[in-house]
């Protein structure tokens, strides 16, 4: 392999294409794997809890040791991380088709116990492609302009990605009952499943057949016991704020998508608009996107995303007093909010590689593939944060998951409004501080520590 700075343009589409893939499914699974459990198999939420912790608890020992995994592996003729995602995108997506598949005729304890084998199983499978594609930035290239726009790539194919399984999916997935009430359907919800499955592997194809290793490893780097590198890794500041930094921002995002579900549906009554909460989401990305990279050269990545937080952190603060019911005035704020997570969103993968290269400056190891297994862990913790969450606030406004296809109650509605916007609020709060005083890599700290490499590269 060889070192290439500069990427060809098929680089960027086929890695932007990596995410799209794997948002494909991951984004469906967040909008809609809770109601499907809540509102077609009638799971109870303390049980939906029980099994968000039970899967992260398995998390906890298969990330880690997906990323040790790699890391003890010799390159192949197509790299080191690149065969892992095309190998195993169609267990994902067969493994993705499952969970949203109802067998008919099973008791509630039945179906529980199906979402459990399913669900971790589909964790399972992404954990073995998203690793890998995470830790590609850092073998593509060395330039940091270059994983910065890698990152911002990434983030495009994600809003794509999103754009198709949470804008164009819930448009086809509700049907209407007497007296006007809109229910979730199962046949439509499971026909748009299959056609995003069939789609996520063409595409992880695509990413295959598009993109290349030019990074060689370390010379004489060894493998190493993954308790070792762990514990090298919490020492390293930077990527223990980052893990928590970023675990808050999926957090945060997962559980509006899955709450904003329940909030249009019932307290608005117009399950329709949910598809632009995506939009309010992305269009702010879609339009900073190209002054990103001045706005980083200028102020830093840590400066622009602490500021971005802070941003929204505001506006789910404003959304709690102003307690609207005009669903285009919630939008409206929450659109700003998106202006001021879409940098950290967009920038979060070239921080990844920031904190990489400081692991290697404190020990002179790279360790891609356990580094990013850590901190992917982290974003799962996210994930089942969000899940849990949701669950618990659902329950602790009442939420009647029998009543689930019908109607709520009105206190049950206003309740709904005010976890919707609550709980955001205090989660891009803990992330702002985080950023601000907990990550240390400022612009000047990375000049420094990449001069420092160079020294260290001869």
């Keep these: 392999m060889k070192q290439e700075n500069r990427l060809p343009v098929r680089n960027y589409v086929g890695y932007a294409m990596g995410d799209m893939a794997g948002v494909l499914t991951f984004g469906t699974i967040g909008s809609f ?3 499907f459990y809540t509102d077609i198999l009638h799971i109870s939420l303390g049980s939906i809890t029980v099994l968000m912790m ?6 906890a020992v298969n990330d880690p040791m997906c990323g040790a995994l790699i890391d003890s592996r010799k390159p ?5 991380f690149r065969p892992y995602v095309w190998y195993f995108s169609i267990p994902l997506a067969l493994a993705f088709i499952a969970t949203f598949y109802k067998v008919p005729g099973l008791t509630e304890k039945g179906y529980l116990t199906y979402a459990y084998i399913t669900y971790i199983l589909y964790g399972m499978m992404y954990t073995a492609v998203n690793i890998p594609y995470g830790s590609m930035a850092s073998v593509m290239t060395t330039d940091q302009a270059e994983r910065s726009t890698l990152s911002v790539i990434r983030s495009l194919g994600a809003g794509i990605g999103t754009a198709l399984s949470q804008m164009v999916l819930p448009l086809f997935v509700y049907s209407t009952v007497a007296g006007g009430a809109k229910i979730l359907d199962q046949s439509k919800l499971f026909r748009g499943v299959l056609m995003l499955a069939a789609l996520s592997v063409v595409v992880y194809y695509l990413f295959f057949r598009l993109t290349r290793e030019y990074v060689a490893p370390v010379k004489g780097q060894k493998s190493e016991n993954f308790l070792k590198t762990f514990g090298k890794l919490l020492k390293n500041r930077p990527f223990v704020a980052l893990c928590l930094a970023s675990m808050l921002l999926i957090a945060g995002s997962m559980y509006t998508q899955t709450v904003f579900n329940y909030l249009f549906k019932n307290y608005f009554e117009k399950p329709g608009l949910f598809a632009l909460v995506t ?3 992305y269009l702010p990305m ?7 990279g001045r706005l980083v050269r200028r102020f830093s990545k840590k400066g622009i995303c602490a500021l971005g937080s802070l941003a929204a952190t505001l506006a789910f603060l404003v959304l709690f007093f102003i307690r609207t019911g005009n669903a285009m005035l919630f939008l409206g704020v929450v659109v700003f909010s998106g202006f001021g997570l879409c940098f950290f969103t967009l920038e979060v993968w070239a921080m990844v590689t920031d904190v990489i290269d400081y692991h290697e400056k404190l020990h002179h190891r790279r360790d891609e593939g356990t580094t990013y297994a850590c901190f992917s862990f982290f974003r799962k913790l996210g ?3 969000a899940g849990i969450g949701a669950s618990l606030a659902l329950a602790a406004v009442g939420y009647n998951t029998a009543q689930g296809n019908i109607t709520q109650t009105r206190a049950v509605n206003e309740g709904i ?5 609550l709980v955001p609020f205090v989660m891009y709060l803990c992330m702002f501080l985080l950023l601000q005083f907990g990550y240390p890599l400022t612009k000047k700290a990375l000049d420094q520590l990449h001069a420092e490499l160079g020294e260290q590269h001869g």
Excluded at 54 to 59: K, P, S
Excluded at 286 to 292: G, I, R
Excluded at 417 to 421: D, H, N
């Design 33 to 35: 794997l809770q109601m």
């Design 54 to 59: 039970v899967a992260r608890i398995w998390d």
């Design 76 to 80: 192949t003729k197509f790299g080191r």
């Design 279 to 281: 939009v309010a989401t």
């Design 286 to 292: 879609l339009l900073l996107m190209p002054f990103v």
């Design 383 to 385: 994930q089942t944060l």
């Design 417 to 421: 409004y005010s976890i919707a916007t």
